[in-house]
């Protein structure tokens, strides 16, 4: 399946709720006047290094058709809070056979580009087919899917606040990160961009090269 990225939740005007909390620091007030004051306030912020206040903002979004080996990285990042799909309660398979979820899988480019696709595929699908036996001959599924490969789709909800994305961004959206990860992140720095573009303002979008990072002399 396609890979979708989609915001479930953001704090509503969060780039007014993250001046009025950054005020609060310095009792400034009197300067609040949206929208102007607003970006030059949070522009100045991020380029002092003042990312603290960020995190009165978060978001949450819901991403389907990645991969283990992508879902893998996401919850390496400790300061946004994940809910994964559990391949201990969901069954893979046929749906018609009852199954929960119908058995997917990721092919890299690379590999869909080369000789090996084909073999991939079927090894993927005997992976699948052994699972389903064994959890018919009542083998648990959560010791079943050992034998799942990391290819395996794998649903994921990710929340985070604004601060812990830019991280995220920068990392992840680099040209030397996984093209997986990359994908996702670049999409929900898309959607960040419009929902909040004073905050994620100095990113820039490599669209040909599908990476993104800060940029210079902002």
Sequence with gaps: MPLEVELMAITPNPQDVIER???TCYLSFHRYDPPKSTEELIKKVIKKGHHSVLEHAYATFRIKGGSRVFTHEMVRHRLASPSQESQRYVEYGKPEQGAVKEYEFVIPPSV????FVDEFKRKAKEAEKFYSDMVKD?????????????ATVSEIVIS????EYRHIFQVRC????????RYVCLKMLEVL????PFVFWDFEIDEENKTA????NC
């Design 213 to 216: 990072g800060i940029k210079e």
């Design 112 to 115: 869909e580009n080369s000789d």
């Design 21 to 23: 909390a950054c005020r």
């Design 160 to 163: 985070a606040n604004f601060r």
């Design 174 to 181: 680099n040209p030397r990160a996984h093209w997986e990860i």
């Design 138 to 150: 009542g083998v648990p599924k959560e010791d079943a899917r050992y034998i799942l490969p990391n």
């Design 193 to 196: 961009k419009k929902e909040a």
